[in-house]
């Protein structure tokens, strides 16, 4: 079956801690991308990447690094810089196209602080 | 500034009772408009794409309708498994793959 998987499901951080989100995808998608959603709020980009060896960062990038050394993998790192990491952590895809790109999502990943 | 505003923020309705979804937008020009369905604790679903004003789309009870400044999500006779939050989001014709998103509409079926 083709899609999105992301791990671990539920991730649980200590403060001042560095931890790292999967995102793997098996579409042949070209594009990858990290959003973050927070109750009440409409997602928001953290990161994205058109081609491997290649990203740039979104609205909310401070905190966030990111690398997508392979097609299929676009793993996210929330650093200790991040202020307020606490949160649900969504992956996505997006096939070629001219132009509109609709974007696949993952299942998420919800990073608790404690 | 581009923006999306989704109303109401939840919404609920019995089962059959028929209702729409508003997605109200503000772009450089519209690309596409997007419409994707979130069920608690998991990601997006994708739902619709939606192109030029006066395009239509279906999905068994769903119907999603686009003008030049809003689009609306038709739900037609719904069921208790329509309950999801729905999503809207918009890419600008100068956006190189971002989508800007609304903050969704809860949706509630009762029996």
């Known amino acids: 079956d083709g899609g999105i998987t992301q791990s671990p499901k539920y991730l649980f951080r200590k403060e001042g801690q560095n931890v790292t989100l999967s995102c793997e995808q098996n579409l042949n998608h070209d594009a990858m991308y990290w959003y973050r959603q927070d109750p009440g709020q409409g997602l928001r980009l953290i990161y994205y990447s058109q081609i491997v060896n290649d990203f740039q960062k979104g609205d909310i990038a401070e905190g966030y690094s990111v690398s997508r050394e392979k097609k299929e993998s676009f793993p996210l790192t929330v650093t200790s810089a991040q202020k307020n990491p606490t949160a649900f952590y969504l992956c996505a895809s997006s096939p070629p196209s001219q132009g509109i790109y609709e974007q696949f999502f993952g299942p998420g990943t919800r990073l608790t602080v404690l | 500034e581009d923006q999306v505003t989704q109303s109401p923020e939840a919404l609920r309705l019995q089962e059959g009772e028929s209702s729409s979804l508003n997605c109200s937008y503000t772009?450089?020009?519209?690309?596409?408009l997007f419409w994707y369905r979130q069920d608690p604790g998991k990601g997006p679903e994708f739902l619709f794409t939606?192109?030029?004003a006066g395009e239509e789309k279906e999905k068994e009870r769903l119907k999603a309708t686009l003008t030049k400044k809003e689009s609306f999500l038709h739900i037609t006779a719904p069921k208790p498994e329509d309950s999801a939050t729905y999503l809207c989001a918009v890419q600008a014709l100068d956006s190189s793959y971002k989508l800007i998103f609304g903050s969704g509409t809860r949706l509630l079926v009762r029996p």
């Open positions: 939606l192109y030029s």
């Open positions: 772009v450089s020009g519209l690309r596409g």
